[in-house]
């Protein structure tokens, strides 16, 4: 099973609490900024996630998904 981790943008607070706990050091925060006035976080290198979730658990205002996607 393949997974796909997403960052919503319009949800993100830029608080950075992601960032800060995720062990493989996937995330960071962008320079550019939201439509709601943030820098949210996004993954600066995706191909080091492991999709464990620390980062979904710990936001506060629920912006990150992993979702299941279909092996193709
Ligand atoms: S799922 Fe785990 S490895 Fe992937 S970004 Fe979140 S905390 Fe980091
Ligand atoms: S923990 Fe949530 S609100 Fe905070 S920077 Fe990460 S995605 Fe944004």
Redesign the pocket.
Known sequence: MAYQHS?SKE?????????SVCPKKV?E?SKEISSKGYF??HQARPEDCIFCAI?CT????V??TITETADI
């Not at 949800?11 to 960032?19: D, R």
């Not at 710990?58 to 205002?61: F, G, L």
């Open positions: 960052i949800k993100c607070k830029g608080c950075g609490i992601c960032v995330l925060m949210p976080a980062c710990m936001c506060p205002d912006a990150i």
